[in-house]
């Protein structure tokens, strides 16, 4: 059964400080991993997919890694902003096609 | 226009009663979720269905039923509602099923049963 972990379950930071958001998780035959934002009270909006075949994507300051052997992904922050307070989940979906969610990372950014 | 929505976005009802929350997606997909996100955050999906047909029920007691009265539509109607129930409900559609593409959540029911 997939397990997924995400460390820290918290954290704050001063506006401008680059950030790294951990995501593990325990079988590495994956399809994919995702990368969620949830603001309070609202849904989630998926951030960045990365496929097993791929390493890495990004889209503007965000930079998502993926080593399937280890089991592990990171998600990098640059700049942080007060605007990226939220929480972060990491997803990955295996062969059953259902995507197992970690507890996500509460991300605060300070001005 | 709103890609995946859930009627209503709050929902608080007393133990035992029966309520309903609907989904609609305008995003031409194919399959369709539900997931509950409990106190402590965690998301686990509850349903899947795929061209009106189900697919996915994880282990859900029978006191939750689906329904897909069309591909655009899915609704999660649930009996004799218990305290265990509270918890945040999220509808999400992806384009097809076994697709590894990313799936679109809507806003969220957030259920309270008292």
């Known amino acids: 059964k997939q397990e997924v972990t995400q460390i820290p379950a918290a954290l704050s930071v001063p506006e401008g400080e680059n950030l790294v958001l951990n995501c593990s998780f325990t079988?590495?035959?994956?399809?994919?991993l995702q990368w969620f934002r949830q603001d309070p009270g609202k849904g989630l909006t998926s951030l960045l997919l990365?496929?097993?075949?791929?390493r890495e994507q990004t889209s503007g300051r965000l930079n998502a890694s993926l080593d399937k052997s280890s089991g592990r992904s990171t998600l990098y922050i640059a700049a942080s902003q007060p605007g990226d307070s939220a929480t972060y989940l990491c997803?990955?979906?295996?062969?059953?096609?259902?995507?197992?969610f970690g507890r996500g990372t509460s991300l605060i950014v300070h001005p | 226009d709103t890609a995946v929505s859930q009627t209503p976005k709050y929902l608080v009802t007393q133990m035992g009663n029966d309520k309903s929350i609907k989904c609609e997606q305008n995003?031409?997909?194919?399959?369709m979720y539900w997931y509950k996100q409990d106190s402590k955050k965690f998301l686990k999906i509850m349903f899947s269905?795929?061209?009106?047909?189900?697919?996915i029920n994880e282990t859900v007691p029978n006191r939750f039923s689906p329904k897909s009265p069309d591909k655009a539509h899915l609704n999660l109607h649930i009996n004799s509602l218990e305290l265990g129930d509270s918890a945040v409900y999220f509808c999400?559609?992806?384009?097809?099923?076994?697709?590894?593409?990313?799936?679109?959540f809507g806003p969220g029911t957030r259920l309270t049963v008292l």
């Open positions: 999400a559609s992806s384009q097809e099923w076994g697709s590894t593409d990313t799936q679109y």
């Open positions: 995003l031409g997909h194919d399959t």
């Open positions: 269905y795929n061209n009106k047909e189900l697919i």
């Open positions: 997803a990955v979906t295996g062969g059953s096609y259902i995507p197992t």
């Open positions: 079988d590495s035959a994956i399809y994919n």
């Open positions: 990365i496929q097993s075949s791929q």
